[in-house]
Every structure is written in structure tokens, then in C-alpha cells.
């Protein structure tokens, strides 16, 4: 059953490097004078990841549920680092959000993700489910942390995949429906004063609404990147051609890497990304049922394996979601088709957490067999 | 708890169907919409471009050039008083008023067309207006100043990928050539095109007399097709005309008249091809000048079975009048003296059944099964043009090469192309083969006779040397050959124009139809009518050079010079000739030599 993730995720990441050699590679010539750097670069995470995805499938998710206040802590601390240490941080375009180490960057945020959805199994199994919102006040305080740095950043895509999978993992363990809803209006007063807080977060929300309006101005983001998705058509028009007839379009091989893609295949080779996406959803969670029924009851592999399984395809969604125009603009990878170190880093570890989850419980129901026997 | 996560899950899948639902919607159904606006975007923006190159005949005449037109747009965000403007717009573009406003309100665009390619004059006189978000684009219009002559070669152009006006090739030259013809837009630090010059090998004269005699042979004999190529012992393409053929500017844009049949469409030849064979048993010594054959009126070739009758019975025949009376029966025995092994290697190295190579959008391969398919019939057959096929351009090179000292080389139409600093980017480099020895003497004179006293009587003309030849094939339908339905042609070598002449009619109605007849006819009219004009004379393609370019966008002195002087140096331009007095040396001009061409051109003659 672990092939076939392996079968399609290999596809995704070949279908994801020729467009991203076309995506990146008028940009590469430009700023590096080399065409393949972005794709060379790509290439050498995407090793990595593999690499690290093989690791953690090996790695007992019980090790995870241990060490899981100490890897929440730890990721809170990166953030903090971040937020206080202009020294050991990155800034680009206005937004402090990657971790320098030497000439290595990191974004903590992409950790964060991680650590939060592993934290959150980890209390809920340990603590149960709270009939109040009193007895839940730790893992609030804990998730919220994160949330805040985050957002302080700013980084409201990422802030907001956080939330969300937070919020659809209280759901599945039947946090009671009205707690949900009071911390839900909590949040939507705090986003509002979020949102309304800066102007450039404010004019990302009404370019969403009508990027017409003034659209040489703040609706030029949002109306390029549907022209290069409406410009493709049935079948695109070719591998690299996209910049010919729209023009480089803005985070061109990281954020905006789907409209790219639309452009230069058209609506088939978007069908054909979302059939890969749906497989590998599919393919993942099964995978994690499949293994969840060899050992009844695992409250932390349950809420843990979704939480990966639900950062990867909000990740697709809202990315996706913001290309076409649907939702607001906000920066988002595109899990394994996006260029960007330590988002494709994660995102292979991820899935190497669930791939751990069935590997163990395979083991352990052998075991149990054996001492059966 | 199982159940929670299958919920969620199946509302991710339900809310990614529903962004694959509407990005189809963007991508499908708006797709014209965001065509458009990137088009407007890139027009808007700091685009600009420079003409497009211009297509030359082979005597510097020019078949296309761009010029200089504008274009108006509107803001409608900027335009105020929509009413009052587009009541003047509507006034002086000849618009629908109501259409205009609507365009002009639209606030949720910031780019309208208004009207595209108006003249300077029209452009100053809207200026003068000062209407308020009104503004404008340097655009290029094509122009063919010989408007449908030679355009199923020269092509056609459309709107290009950046939105600018006429700069995409859309058939013929246009399109083969439009990496180099297309005119320089920078868009984006793109710059898309190279603006170079094209010399081609056609002369504008011969095609125009050609199509001329394609259009009054259909009045005549009503032909599903027809096509004349002209080409030079150099194989240079002179001309060639197809029809049917675009007769207005609105055809021009007609796939199915812009086909340039001549290079596309296959027939079977018919006794066209005997000369070459004849010359290909000469060459392998099967046949001697002295020899004769015995002409019954029809040949056995399967006995008793297969019989191919001769067009009359010659009785006993010289050899070289095998070609004068185009007999069948002598034809075919001189091919089974040759064997199909021969036969096969004359007419694959004469180039039947694959392309010339020609540069050209395409063209057929023609037919030619493999020897191994061969059978005693076939020999036969192929002795008398048929069961196989070939395009015009391939039967005139093959025939072209009895009288290019007997090699062959692959025909072209593009002489060179020259970038815009003078520099030469290709030229014409011909290889040429060898298919036969240059003796000629006795092909030559058995095609002279044939024009003398034989098949081709009518495509005689005084005070010309010809050698000529007829070819009147049956068409294969789906049951053998039909009755009635011929494709007739004729070839000519015009000795004193140094040109070979190919015509070929496709199924002409009416009686007693045969190449001599129908085709040897045209090849007539054609060629009295270059003939007749005595200063027509083919030349070598001529490129200007870069100072005569200059020169070319300068009024000249005619002072001195005839009216046909400055009717030569106006062609190609939409400069307006006003000839005041009568007489033909010029004596006085307005403009005065040295200013620039504008929209009329005075002279003064005596």
C-alpha cells in the first residue's frame, strides 16, 4: 500500500519539475545566469526531503507523541528568535520570515505547522476531549502562540492553514459544536482587527472583491495570474511560453507556480494535477485507516496522521483557490509543485509520518500475532 | 470520530471540484475574454513596434510592405462627455453611435478599440479635437500593392500574438517567413521578430499574365483545377499560380482559396514524362536516334488480355517521333526496353514520390509505389504518366532538368533574406545532382517538332524557339480510370525567355479535351503576352543596397525622366499619381526631389 504514495508522489514531483524548469528558468538566467538553478535547487530538496521522508517513516510516531511538548517549545522558540533577532533573520519584501543559518534559510513557519498538529494530538490524546473551553485553555495558549508569531511576521496564508487545521481537528475529536463556534467568532474579531490593521492587508481584500476597480494598481496581482490561467484555454499554450503572452507573472515559480501551469497546459494539465492531488489525498488517507485498523483506539496516530494529511490538501486549496481568484491573495506554496526549501522539506516529512504510522502498525499487529500464536 | 474525518475530507474534495469547476469556467469559457485583455495589456503598454519586412519580387518590385497607420483607443475611465465623444467618433469613423457610448461608458475597462489603422491625416484632424481619454497607437497595416496577384504565395497577415495589427504571416511567404518578416515589438524586454527583408525569385509580371490566363481558362472550360509554374534552368520558382484562386481581399484570408495547389495537390501526368524517359533510354544506349517502332494503333501489353491503344495509329515510327505524335505504343516499348529496374531509378533520382525541398509551408510527397510492387502493366503505365502521381513542382523540375545541362536541384522561391542592418541572414545555396548528360540534342529537337508539327501545333509562336511537350492523362476514380475526365497539361521551354512554362488543367469540360488542345493554349497566351511586351526580360534578383534603400524612402528628381520612370518608383507605395499636361518626359514635381513620399505625387509632363 506505501507504493503506491511513493508512485504518485513521484509523479507529482516529475510533473512539478518540467513546469517549474519552464516557470523558473528565464528567471534563473536573469538573477544567476543559469537556467536550470532554480530547478538544480529544487532538485537537491527534493533529496533531502525524500531522504528525510525515509527517516521519519522509520521513526515510531510514539517518539513523536513524546517529545511533543519539547518540539512545540522548540518551535515557538524559532519563531520568538525570529521575531526579536534581526541578526539570525531574513527579510523579503517586508516580511520577516526565514531563519538564516550560515547561508542556510529556514522558515519556521513551515515547522510550525508540524509541531502544532503533532502537539494537538498529543494533548487531546492525553487529556481527552474537553467539555469546556476552561480545560482546553494549555493547548489554546500553545496554538495560539504560534498563530500570533506567525501572523506577526506576517505571514497570514500560513497563519491561516494553521487555524484551519486546527479548527477541523477540535471538530473531528468532537470538541463540543458550540465551543467551536464562540472560539470561531473570537478569531473572526481578531482577524478583523488583523486584516483591518494594515492597508496592504485591507487592499489584498478588496482587490479580491472587485480587482478591477483599479486594476493597474492593487487588482494587477489578482487580474494576472486569471489572465494567465483564462489565457491557457483547453490546452495551454506550451511548456515555457507562458511569459510570451502574459508576461513573468509575480512569485512566477514559487507562489504562482499553478497559474503557470494553466497557462502553459491548459485545463488538461490542470485536470490532470488535481486527479495526481486527489490520489494522493486518497491514496493517504486510506493508508492511515488502513493502519488505524490494526490498532483500534490510537487517539495521537489518528489526530496526528489527519493533521498532516489536512495541512497538505489545505495547502492545495487554498493555493490553488488563491490563484484562480476565489479566495484573497495570500502567499502559499503549492505542496512538491512550488519552489522553496523548507515547505517541500515539510511537506515530505509529513508524509513520512504517516508512512511511520503504517509501517508501526504493521509491526505491532505482527508482533500481536506472533504472541498469539 | 471515523466518520468526522470522512466528512472533512469528502468537503475538501467537494470544494477542489469546485475550483476545478470554475477554473474551467475561467479557462474555457472566459478564455477568448482574457485572450483579449492580455492582448490590450501588452497594445497599452510599453509595447511598440517597428514594419514589418517587406517581400520583393525578383526585380525589386514590392509584393508587401507595412505602413505607418494609427490606432484609437479610449480610457473610458479618463473619457468625459461619452455622449459629445462618441458623437464625433461615430461622425468621423463612419461608427454606430450607440455601440460607441456603450463601449465608452464600460468603467469596468480602462481599453477599447475605437478604430483601428487610420491614416496620419485623420489622426491629426481627431488630435485637433482634444477629446479627453482619447488616445493612440503606431500601428502597421500591410499592404500588397499588386492586391490579389501571386497572394497564394506571398500570403497574408493577421492580428500577432502581442495584439498589433497585420504583423502574423497567415499563409504562404507570410507565414513561412514570419520569424524573420515579423516587425520588432518589445514587450516586456521581449522582443519578438526581426523586421527583415524578403527577396524572392518570383516575377510579379509572369505570375500576374499566368493567373490572368487561369482565370479566363475557367470562363472556358469551367476546370476543378488548374495550375501554371514557371521556372528557371536555375530552378528558381518565376511564378506559380493555382487555381481556384482568391480574386477579392476577402478571399485572401480563405484557406481553401490560399491553397497553392500547384505544390499541394498530386495527378497523374500523362505523356509529360515521355521526353525524360525517352532521354534516359538514349542515355543507356536501348534506343538509337535511327531506330523505329511499329504503331498498330494499340499495344498488348498482357497478351491477350491488357491492351493500351495509341491516340491514332502511326504505323512505322521514328523514335524521335515517339515524342513529336506522343505515341503511346512506342513510348511503352522503349520503357520495356529499359526494364522497371531502370525506370524506377530514373524517377526516383528525378525526385517523384517525395518532396523538392521546396521553401515552401508544406507540399505533397506525390506517389510513386516501390519497384517491388511493380508488374509488367505497371512498366507500361508509368511509360505513359500513369499510376503514378505527382505535384506541378515536381513534374517542372523533373522536366526543367533537360534543360539545366542535365542536373537537377531542388526548387526554391526565396532568393534571400536580408536583416534590417543589410546583412545577409539566408540565402538561396542550390546543390545540384546529376541525372542525366548534357547532350540534349535529340530530346530537343523531338520536343521542338512536337510544337512544330506535333501534339503541341498550338502552343506555336513566331520569332520563338519552343520546345514543348503534351500530356493528356485519364483520372483514376474509385473503379478504374473514367471516361471523360482528364487531366490535360502541356510544358514549354521558352529558349529566347530562358524559361520553362508547366501548365496543367484538372478536368476541363468539353469535347475532344486533350493537352494540345487546352493546354498548350494557355501556355500560348501566356508566353504571347510576355512576348509581346518587348521590354520583359527575366533579370536576376536584385537587392538594393543600403544606400539605395535610403533612396527608396525619398521622392527621386524625375526631372527629365518618363512617366513610366516615376510609375515604376511608385509602385508598391499608396502614394496618388496626378499628372497635369500631356506628354512623357517630366518636367517639373511637387513635392520637390528629396522630401519624403506623402499621399500624392504631382508631376508636370511635356
Known sequence: MRYVIYVILASIIAYGLVVLYSASYSAGIKKFGDSSFFLRRQLIWILIGTAAMLVVSRINPQFWQRTAPRLVFFSIFLLFILFISPKFSLTIKGARRWLKLGSYVFQPSEFAKFAVVIYTAYWFAKYGVPKKIREMLSLLLVVGLNAFFIMLQPDFGTGMVLVTVFFALMWIVKVPFKNILSMFLVLLVFSYIYVTSSTYRLNRIKAWLNPWEDKLGIGYHVIKLKTAIGYGGLIGVGLGREAEFVGVLPEQHSDSIFAVLACELGYVGVVILFVFYFLLILSLYRLLMASLEKKKGAVFEYVAGLGMIFIIAVHIFFNIAVNVGVLPLTGLPLPFLSYGGSATLMFFIEIGFILAISRFAEVSSRKRRRIRL | ?606
Open chain 2, 1 to 606: 470520530m471515523e466518520l468526522r474525518g470522512k466528512l472533512l475530507l469528502f468537503v475538501w474534495f467537494a470544494a477542489m471540484i469546485g475550483v476545478l469547476i470554475y477554473t474551467g469556467k475561467v479557462q474555457i469559457f472566459e478564455h477568448k475574454f482574457w485572450v483579449e485583455r492580455a492582448k490590450e495589456e501588452r497594445i497599452r503598454g510599453s509595447s511598440y513596434s517597428i514594419p514589418r519586412g517587406k517581400i520583393f519580387d525578383r526585380n525589386g518590385l514590392i509584393l508587401a510592405y507595412s505602413a505607418e497607420r494609427f490606432s484609437v483607443f479610449a480610457d473610458p475611465v479618463l473619457v468625459k462627455k461619452p455622449e459629445y465623444v462618441a458623437l464625433r467618433l461615430s461622425q468621423m469613423f463612419k461608427l454606430d453611435e450607440k455601440k460607441l457610448l456603450k463601449k465608452l461608458t464600460d468603467k469596468n475597462r480602462r481599453f477599447v478599440w475605437i478604430k483601428r489603422a487610420i491614416t496620419k491625416e485623420e489622426k491629426d484632424k481627431l488630435k485637433a479635437l482634444k477629446l479627453k481619454g482619447i488616445f493612440f497607437k503606431k500601428e502597421y497595416k500591410r499592404i500588397y500593392p499588386f492586391g490579389t496577384v501571386g497572394r497564394q504565395i506571398i500570403g497574408s497577415v493577421g492580428v500577432d500574438n502581442i495584439g498589433f495589427l497585420d504583423n502574423r504571416g497567415l499563409f504562404g511567404l507570410e507565414k513561412k517567413w514570419n520569424k524573420y518578416l515579423e516587425g520588432v515589438v518589445n514587450f516586456k524586454g521581449r522582443e519578438t521578430g526581426l523586421a527583415c527583408d524578403v527577396y524572392t525569385t518570383l516575377d510579379i509580371k509572369v505570375q500576374q499574365v499566368a493567373e490572368e490566363v487561369l482565370k479566363r481558362a475557367y470562363e472556358k472550360w469551367r476546370q476543378k483545377a488548374a495550375y501554371v509554374v514557371v521556372l528557371n534552368p536555375s530552378f528558381e520558382v518565376v511564378a506559380a499560380a493555382s487555381w481556384p484562386m482568391p480574386e477579392n481581399e476577402k478571399e485572401c484570408f480563405l484557406p481553401k482559396k490560399m491553397r497553392a495547389g500547384c505544390f499541394f495537390n498530386v495527378f497523374e501526368p500523362g505523356s509529360v514524362v515521355k521526353p525524360l524517359i525517352f532521354k534516359w533510354a538514349l542515355e543507356k544506349g536501348v534506343v538509337r536516334k535511327s531506330d523505329r517502332f511499329y504503331c498498330p494503333g494499340y499495344i498488348y501489353v498482357v497478351p491477350g488480355k491488357y491492351k493500351i491503344s495509341c491516340y491514332s495509329t502511326h504505323n512505322w515510327i521514328d523514335a524521335e517521333d515517339v515524342i513529336t505524335y506522343s505515341c503511346n505504343v512506342g513510348a511503352i516499348k522503349i520503357a520495356l526496353k529499359l526494364g522497371k529496374q531502370e525506370l524506377y531509378s530514373l524517377f526516383r533520382r528525378l525526385g517523384f514520390g517525395e518532396k523538392t525541398s521546396l521553401d515552401f509551408v508544406g507540399e505533397e510527397d506525390g506517389i510513386l509505389r516501390d519497384i517491388k510492387k511493380w508488374n509488367v502493366v505497371s512498366v507500361a503505365s508509368v511509360a505513359i504518366g500513369q499510376e503514378f502521381a505527382v505535384t506541378a513542382i515536381q513534374m517542372i523540375r523533373a522536366l526543367m532538368s533537360l534543360f539545366s545541362n542535365g542536373e537537377i536541384a531542388s526548387p526554391n522561391i526565396t532568393k534571400m533574406i536580408v536583416a534590417r542592418d543589410g546583412k545577409v541572414i539566408k540565402e538561396e545555396n542550390k546543390k545540384y545532382e546529376r541525372v542525366f548528360t548534357p547532350d540534349m540534342g535529340i530530346v530537343h529537337d523531338a520536343m521542338e517538332r512536337v510544337v512544330e508539327r506535333g501534339t503541341g501545333k498550338r502552343a506555336r509562336i513566331k520569332g520563338l524557339t519552343i520546345y514543348g511537350k503534351t500530356g493528356t492523362a485519364q483520372k483514376a476514380g474509385p473503379k478504374g480510370y473514367e471516361k471523360g475526365k482528364y487531366v490535360v497539361s502541356f510544358f514549354g521551354y521558352v529558349k529566347e525567355m530562358g524559361l520553362g512554362f508547366y501548365v496543367v488543367v484538372d478536368e476541363p469540360r468539353g469535347k475532344g479535351i486533350s493537352g494540345g488542345k487546352v493546354a498548350a493554349a494557355m501556355f500560348a497566351n501566356i508566353v504571347r503576352r510576355l512576348y509581346e511586351d518587348k521590354e520583359y526580360r527575366v533579370l536576376s534578383v536584385n537587392v538594393p543596397k543600403k544606400e539605395e534603400e535610403e533612396v527608396f524612402y525619398k521622392i527621386p528628381d524625375f526631372k527629365g525622366k518618363t512617366i513610366f520612370d516615376v510609375v515604376k518608383r511608385l509602385t508598391g507605395r499608396d502614394t496618388k499619381l496626378i499628372v497635369h499636361g500631356s506628354g512623357v518626359r517630366v518636367v517639373k514635381q511637387k513635392p520637390q526631389a528629396g522630401s519624403e513620399f506623402g499621399a500624392t505625387l504631382e508631376v508636370w509632363v511635356k
